[in-house]
């Protein structure tokens, strides 16, 4: 696919996110999809949107699915609400939603040791009407501490994501400076230091953000990239950003992390939509 260019495919280590690629498939046929792709790395959204806490069978099923492919799990979103739909997490809203949440964190914490995965992505969660957004923050530091806690146990980081503003209007960490202020807030809470910033560069991007400044400033606080190509969040070179220098100049600052692929295939299989990534540079290295 032409568009996408760069010079360090060799050193960027590719997972793809089940939950937005191969989702025409069922849920435990895609890691099987993503090997025969030439992927070895997933990660996921939590992928029970109305179970925060699955049956042990659940769970047991899905981690069969990942091992049997020959996969790891780099990521895992912890209970986030109906995602993909109208909620962006669930740790800030007050009420049954921050106590499902609370409830998922060790069962996540705990599948995602299973399967050896070294981050748990925790949505912030939207503000919500009548609720005082300075209450809003407080439960929220007081869940994100819980989960860095647990995330701790596993060897594990926690990452909070900055959302776009345009697709998520409620959501209050829509820049870069926003989710690192809470990373920050997070670490001196809990002592740990294991909270990192998850830098999606469709979503800074959607704001308007400048890519090249938010990697200078915040390459080292980084623990996740997930990319998408803007406009539209489809492969990279579907649109117009420069993917391959953001990945270069992330390369040469130091990022040696995972980078997640999170777009949206378009009206094709999701194996198709992978033209852009030579085969060779598929497989994590």
Known sequence: MSGFEWSTAADQRFTVNLSILFTELPLLERPAAAAAAGFTAVELWWPWVDAP????SELGALKKAIEDAGVRLTGLNLYAGQLPGPDRGALS???EESERFRANVDVAAGFAAS?????????YGNRVDGADPAEQDGLALEN??????????????????????????????????????????VNRASGLGNARFLM??????????DLPQVISAYADRTGHVQIADSPGR???GTGTLPLGELLDQLHKAGYAGWVGLEYKPGDRPSAESFAWLPREARAAR
Do not use: F, Q
């Not at 806490?53 to 042990?56: Q, S």
């Not at 980081?157 to 345009?166: D, M, Q, R, S, T």
């Not at 999606?200 to 953000?209: A, R």
């Open 200 to 209: 999606d560069l469709y979503h800074l991007s959607m704001n308007g953000e």
């Open 115 to 123: 399967l050896g995965c070294t981050a748990l992505n925790a949505l």
């Open 53 to 56: 806490t699955p049956e042990p």
């Open 144 to 185: 994100l501490v819980l989960a860095a806690r647990a995330a701790d146990r596993i060897g594990a980081i926690l990452l909070v994501e900055a959302l776009n503003k345009p697709e998520s209007p409620r959501y209050p960490l829509v820049s870069a400076p926003a989710a690192v202020a809470i990373v920050d807030k």
């Open 93 to 95: 809203i007050p009420g």
């Open 234 to 236: 489809g492969a990279p």
